[in-house]
T-cell receptor, first 110, second 112 residues
Framework: KQEVTQIPAALSVPEGENLVLNCSFT??????LQWFRQDPGKGLTSLLL?????REQTSGRLNASLDKSSGRSTLYIAASQPGDSATYLC?????????FGTGTSLTVIP | NAGVTQTPKFQVLKTGQSMTLQCAQD?????MYWYRQDPGMGLRLIYY???????DKGEVPNGYNVSRLNKREFSLRLESAAPSQTSVYFC???????????FGDGTRLSIL
């Protein structure tokens, strides 16, 4: 069974700092990997999707990378802002099943 | 731009009561999913429907039933609610493979 781990579980940074969130997984047989953010009391909002044949995706201040051979993905957030405060989840799509990490809770301090 | 709509947003039930959670999507997606989210455990798949007329069990199906009423709607039913089913329930949908999932805002369910 696929296991997805996100470290750290919580992170607090001052505004303006660049930061990296980590996601590791045990089985490289994936269709794609997706990064979401979840705000308190809300659903999940898709940020980036990396197909298994891709190495990275970028959207604005966000950059996600995928290294299937090592079972790792990172989400890089540049010039963090208080509005980036949320829980970030990585999700693996194996075709029929989705496997979720438990998330990293990010707080950006003004 | 409704996306995925879940009703109700909140519900409190007594043990043994039944209820149906509703989900509808307006993106013409083939696949729909029901998850539960519990503290420290992440989201876990309850049931999914790869296309209209089909449903399959996920990781934690016990105590639940689903119906894919049509392409738009996918409902989750608790026949006899138990306190262990207290959770936040999310519905999601997806188009073709390698397209992202879209989530509803969740239903917060408490069973006393």
């Amino acid at each position: 069974k696929q296991e997805v781990t996100q470290i750290p579980a919580a992170l607090s940074v001052p505004e303006g700092e660049n930061l990296v969130l980590n996601c590791s997984f045990t089985d490289s047989a994936i269709y794609n990997l997706q990064w979401f953010r979840q705000d308190p009391g809300k659903g999940l909002t898709s940020l980036l999707l990396i197909q298994s044949s891709q190495r990275e995706q970028t959207s604005g201040r966000l950059n996600a990378s995928l290294d299937k051979s090592s079972g790792r993905s990172t989400l890089y957030i540049a010039a963090s802002q208080p509005g980036d405060s949320a829980t970030y989840l990585c999700v693996l799509d194996t075709g029929n099943q989705f496997y979720f990490g438990t998330g990293t809770s990010l707080t950006v301090i003004p | 731009n409704a996306g995925v709509t879940q009703t109700p947003k909140f519900q409190v039930l007594k043990t043994g009561q039944s209820m149906t959670l509703q989900c509808a999507q307006d993106m013409n997606h083939n696949s729909m999913y029901w998850y539960r989210q519990d503290p420290g455990m992440g989201l876990r798949l309850i049931y999914y429907s790869a296309s209209e007329g089909t449903t399959d069990k996920g990781e934690v199906p016990n105590g639940y039933n689903v119906s894919r009423l049509n392409k738009r709607e996918f409902s989750l039913r608790l026949e006899s609610a138990a306190p262990s089913q207290t959770s936040v329930y999310f519905c999601a949908s997806k188009g073709h493979s390698n397209q992202p999932q879209h989530f509803g805002d969740g239903t917060r369910l408490s069973i006393l």
